[in-house]
């Protein structure tokens, strides 16, 4: 199973990274920022979940995830927005499935 991680912190990005390595039969496949995680998106059509970071250059997580979500056939691709920021309602109004509050645990 592909897992987009897009972060643009080089330390978070490999910490998610291990993590997805631990699930059965994933493949992480990292993007260092929102514009680089379309790229890959539309090169990769399998990918079958995306971890988000929010406070990203260029394009935040929440412009993201609007244009993923108004993008076919991204509409319904599974989403999990990682943040320092605890605004898990405003997150999941904006159509992430899930959120990590950081630091994990």
């Known amino acids: 199973m592909k897992i987009l991680i897009i972060d643009d912190s080089v330390i978070q990005i490999q910490l998610l990274r291990k993590v997805v390595l631990k699930v059965n039969d994933a493949d992480p496949i990292l993007a260092e920022d929102a ?8 090169a990769i059509p399998d990918i079958r979940m995306v971890i988000l970071d929010n406070n990203m250059p260029y394009i935040n997580g929440m412009q993201f995830l609007q244009k993923l979500r108004s993008t076919p056939p991204f509409e319904n691709l599974p989403v999990v927005i ?24």
Do not use: H, N, Q
């Open 82 to 105: 990682a943040s320092g920021d605890d605004k898990t309602e405003e997150y999941i109004r904006a159509g992430a499935d899930k959120v990590m509050i950081k630091p994990y645990k």
């Open 35 to 42: 514009l680089e995680g379309f790229a890959i998106l539309r």
